[in-house]
């Protein structure tokens, strides 16, 4: 039983910092990748970052490169995205999705992650 749990949302002020995190347990081998979504209301899904079981492919999509970081603990069955400089626009619910199978072609493009948790907010404010 695969269970993907996000927490660490919540409001903040533009500029400020935030870090989430993501607890993945149940997998039966060491070779799963973890990526970051975010959803804003009226708007589509976004892969917004990812990485893979070693840690040495890692993706951000252009509009928080630079600002946000993603990284596994030492036991690597938990996943932090340190979100700095935070604006406006990241105002979102952000889901945190693991893929069985994480080749670099899962962590670069985002497509292939197939076990999601419930989502936490992130509030931006003015």
């Known amino acids: 039983e695969v269970q993907v749990v996000e927490s660490g949302g919540g409001l903040v002020q533009a500029g400020g910092s935030l870090t989430l995190s993501c607890a993945v347990s149940?997998?039966?081998?060491?070779?799963?990748?973890v990526g970051w979504f975010r959803q804003a209301p009226g708007k589509a899904r976004e892969y917004v970052a990812g990485?893979?079981?070693?840690?040495?492919?890692?993706y951000y999509t252009d509009s928080v490169k630079g600002r946000f970081t993603i990284s596994r603990t030492n036991a690597k069955n938990t996943v932090d995205l340190q979100m700095n400089s935070l604006k406006l626009e990241d105002t979102a619910v952000y889901y945190c999705?693991?893929?069985?199978?994480?080749?670099?072609?899962?962590?670069?493009?985002?497509?292939?992650?197939?076990?999601w948790g419930q989502g936490t907010q992130v509030t931006v404010s003015s």
């Open positions: 990485i893979n079981w070693s840690g040495d492919s890692t």
């Open positions: 149940g997998f039966t081998s060491d070779d799963y990748a």
């Open positions: 999705a693991a893929a069985q199978y994480g080749p670099v072609t899962v962590t670069q493009t985002g497509n292939g992650y197939d076990y």
